[in-house]
């Protein structure tokens, strides 16, 4: 008798905490995209960490509901962007990183692959070359890189303290929330794929450029 009590107060227990995790990940992704169409952060922590817990459970949950499932992505990129913002403009250039996927290159692109990635000679055929020039410039230290395990190598190696990525949703969350503690900024990329992919050079530019702006308006 007392074991069918245990059992029957372990089920009840587990069916109230799956009902309470599914009104949870409901919550958070009603209120993310609510919060994306209308430009403004109301809890973003909880959006994030209900999102960064069951990130996997919730991208199957999706693909089981016929729901593309680039939404937790979409969620999770625009909310880290709203969130580290602050932080990240007052970091300088010169202790910030950008990476680029080698992906954008253009087909005759002829620059070579080496450790660090791509070596781009701005040759103006892509729009890699138009953001490392303007990101040079400032001082930021831009990287062309084919994945992330270039991207692992660099951050072991490498004095930082802020990061911008450009990359598809999903990539770009995966980078963001792994690189968290470096207040990362992302821009997506507008052309997916392997090869000759698009990105939109005035939002790349918007973040490279936003800590200018910040140290202007601090003068
Ligand atoms: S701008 Fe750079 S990356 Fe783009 S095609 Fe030219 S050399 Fe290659």
Redesign the pocket.
């Known amino acids: 008798m007392i074991t069918d009590y245990i059992y029957q107060l372990l089920g009840q227990s587990l069916l109230t905490l799956i009902i309470i995790i599914l009104i949870l990940i409901i919550t958070a992704l009603f209120l993310g995209k609510y919060l994306i169409k209308k430009d403004i952060v109301i809890f973003p922590r909880f959006i994030m960490v209900v999102i960064d817990l069951f990130y996997s459970p919730i991208k199957k949950l999706c693909r089981i509901f016929n729901i593309d499932d680039t939404i937790v992505d979409e969620i999770g990129v625009n909310i880290r962007n709203k969130i580290n913002y602050p932080k990240f403009i007052n970091i300088p250039a010169n202790k910030t990183l950008i990476f680029l996927p080698h992906c954008l290159?253009?087909r005759d692109?002829?620059?070579q692959l080496q450790k660090d990635g791509?070596i781009?000679?701005?040759?103006?055929?892509?729009a890699?070359?138009i953001i490392k020039k303007k990101a040079e410039l400032l001082d930021y230290k831009l990287y062309?890189v084919p994945g992330s395990s270039f991207v692992k190598n660099i951050v072991k190696k490498t004095d930082f303290e802020a990061v911008i990525g450009i990359a598809c949703y999903e990539d770009l969350n995966q980078i963001m929330m792994s690189l968290s503690k470096f207040y990362p900024q992302g821009a997506v990329l507008n052309k997916t794929g392997c090869f000759e992919t698009k990105v939109d050079i005035k939002s790349v530019l918007k973040i490279i450029n936003s800590k200018v702006v910040n140290n202007k308006d601090d003068d």
């Open positions: 290159r253009h692109c002829e620059s791509l781009c000679s701005e040759c103006g055929k892509c890699i070359g062309i």
